[in-house]
């Protein structure tokens, strides 16, 4: 990817959330709430949703087995 790609998907991500009228210091704390946000659904997608949908194939494989 280019450089001016980049720089444009960083300008269009600040205009949709509305970051371009923050400060920067501002602009790091929202960022840092938002990367927390995403590595917490990483973390709970990796640990839990392999438990999740092996109960929910057992329970669908209950109702075909009928």
Do not use: D, R
């Amino acid at each position: 990817m280019s450089l001016q790609f980049l720089k444009k998907l960083n300008y269009q991500y600040e205009v949709t959330t509305g970051l371009y009228m923050l400060e920067s210091w501002e602009k790091y704390i929202v960022n840092g709430i938002v990367c927390a946000g995403f590595s917490l659904l990483a973390y709970t997608t990796v640990n839990h949703l392999p438990t999740q949908a092996m109960s929910l194939f057992g329970q669908i494989s209950n109702y075909t087995a009928a």
